[in-house]
């Protein structure tokens, strides 16, 4: 059954630093998402991503934030430079059309020192 | 989107039937309810999500009421893998990328 993939699955970087995590949807899904949790609490959106264009952004997606799709596999979110309550699991989401069930990628756990 | 409320945690020997309700008195005629669930850190899982029928999948089934105020999430023989958070989202069906809002959910824990 096909998944949803992120690499890596824990990183760990020193505040000031950037990050790139990556993530490798399915292969015939349009629409990506990347989601946060901060440990003990709940899941939030942090952006969408259709046809190449960010469709959608939350507050926490400030400039320090990006997103990409550099191939026609991977999707990438790229902290430009990290801060202590960036420490959190970075789910990444894809689905196949509008509407539809998303399927999410195991995480990958941040930590900022 | 119309808000949702779910009792905070639950309990449900294994083999039995789970059954999970989810309050959304607000939603409007074109949102839909959806079920996913998170088992300890790992990625949100979709469940299953309906209209207005009754919807049955291999993994669940998703009971709406006439009014479409309220909904149950049933496990019909849970087992300790079912053991997990399960949050009830409401939304509408629109053209274009659409986020989840994800609550608090429901604690769901399988005792043996």
């Known amino acids: 059954e096909p998944e949803v993939t992120q690499t890596p699955s824990h990183q760990v970087t020193q505040m000031g630093q950037e990050v790139i995590l990556r993530c490798v949807p399915i292969s015939n899904h349009l629409y990506f998402y990347w989601y946060r949790q901060i440990l003990g609490q709940k899941v939030e959106f942090l952006v969408s991503?259709?046809?190449?264009?960010?469709?959608?952004k939350s507050e926490i997606f400030d400039d320090q934030f990006s997103v990409e799709r550099p191939d026609g596999s991977n999707f990438t979110l790229k902290i430009r430079s990290t801060k202590l309550e960036d420490s959190a699991m970075y789910f990444c989401a894809s689905s196949v059309g509008t509407g539809g069930e998303q399927y999410f990628g195991p995480g990958t756990r941040l930590t900022v020192t | 989107d119309a808000k949702t409320t779910q009792p905070p945690s639950m309990d449900c020997a294994e083999g039995r039937a789970a059954n999970l309700p989810c309050n959304h008195s607000?939603?409007?005629?074109?949102?839909?309810v959806y079920w996913y669930r998170q088992i300890h850190s790992q990625g949100p899982q979709y469940i299953i999500h309906g209209l207005k029928n009754n919807e049955t999948n291999e993994m669940a089934s998703l009971i709406i009421t006439e009014d479409r105020k309220s909904s149950t999430l049933i496990l019909p023989h849970a087992t300790l893998r079912d053991t997990a958070v399960y949050y009830c989202?409401?939304?509408?069906?629109?053209?274009?990328?659409?986020?989840?809002?994800f609550g608090q959910g429901t604690r769901l824990t399988i005792n043996p």
């Open positions: 991503f259709y046809n190449n264009e960010i469709s959608e």
């Open positions: 607000t939603i409007s005629g074109n949102e839909y």
């Open positions: 989202i409401v939304r509408v069906w629109v053209q274009g990328a659409q986020k989840l809002v």
